[in-house]
């Protein structure tokens, strides 16, 4: 008997945790590969998890891709999670494909089994510790009753597998240093995002509009930047506006939009959510958090003309 796991991208409940919003939790697919270990995909990335299809070879394809599936007479890139992660194969028989839309991308995740879907409010996640200098592709990880689940990076990931993006702008007639000064607004941006590869796509994109960078890794820490940055009287010196992920340890970014919103100093400043997840702006979660403006990872052309327009209309 065959069994389709089919999720759908909803917005957190309460389940009576107080007064906290419900943005601040987010739901996981857990999922286990050969092997002990149990790993977590966000549901808002997830469209699907079947029984594994047949898959098909295909020449020269990178080694942890597995072949070619097809999905409603779709053609279904098939990742081995098994392989990437844990360096052991994911056998097919009995197996599941999770697919998961993100990064304007649908692929497929070979895993051995699929779990359960765990709700998670975003305090409970945590940095990876960093035990060597191996590559790792886990984003993230949580405890559960003494179970550590471990969040996976896919924009990680499917960099290393298909390489740099390319990051070249068509700038336009007028140029971005004449919008930026005709604004009255600095050229400095404060970039959120626990991502490295996508700090470093971001900054290559506004390195071509004259437009420098501070980082921050999660929402607290920027939170932290802004508060003082407003103590020492320097914040519109220093800042024009944010841009920031969602997914993030510690505090994500809604919970740094509704931090942003609340405080009188700070409640000003634009801010520009760019995240892999497809679905979040169709759910009203970006409008009930604060947000500005919401942009789907990662077209640099699409980033460079939202920047501009919001420096040649800043009141807007």
């Known amino acids: 008997m065959t069994q389709r796991v089919q999720t759908t991208a909803r917005a957190g409940r309460s389940r009576g945790q107080g007064r906290k919003s419900a943005e601040d ?25 079947i029984p594994c299809p047949p898959i098909t070879r295909v020449p020269d394809a990178h080694p942890w891709v597995r072949g070619m599936a097809y999905l409603r007479n779709n053609a279904l890139s098939i990742v081995d999670l098994g392989q990437v992660i844990a360096n052991q194969p994911v056998k097919e028989e009995g197996a599941f494909v999770i697919v998961a839309e993100f990064n304007r991308m649908l692929l497929g995740f070979l895993v051995s089994s699929v779990d359960r879907i765990l709700y998670l409010n975003w305090s409970q996640v945590e940095p990876p510790p960093k035990v060597s200098d191996r590559e790792t592709f886990i984003g993230s990880i949580t405890w559960q009753e ?14 290393d597998v298909v390489g740099d993006s390319d990051t070249t702008v068509q700038l336009q007639s007028r140029s971005p240093a004449e919008i930026i000064e005709q604004s009255g607004m600095p050229a400095k941006i404060l970039l959120v995002d626990d991502s490295t590869v996508a700090q470093h796509q971001v900054i290559r994109v506004f390195d071509q509009l004259g437009i420098s960078c501070v980082t921050a890794s999660d929402g607290q820490e920027a939170l932290d930047n802004l508060k003082r940055w407003a103590d020492q009287g320097s914040l519109d010196e220093r800042v024009a506006m944010v841009v920031t992920d969602i997914e993030m340890p510690r505090m994500d970014g809604f919970g740094l939009v509704r931090a942003i919103r609340q405080d009188t100093r700070l409640k000003h400043l634009h801010v520009l959510m760019h995240s892999s997840l497809s679905t979040v702006k169709d759910s009203g979660m970006v409008e009930n958090a604060g947000a500005d403006d919401y942009l789907v990872k990662f077209d640099p052309q699409d980033l460079a003309e939202k920047v501009l327009h919001w420096y040649a209309s800043p009141g807007q």
Do not use: C, M, P, S
């Open 25 to 49: 939790f987010f739901e996981v697919l857990l999922f286990h590969l050969e092997g002990k270990g149990t790993y977590a995909i966000n549901v808002f990335k997830v469209r699907e998890a």
């Open 146 to 159: 003494e179970e550590l689940i471990q969040i996976v990076d896919l924009e990680k990931l499917i960099h």
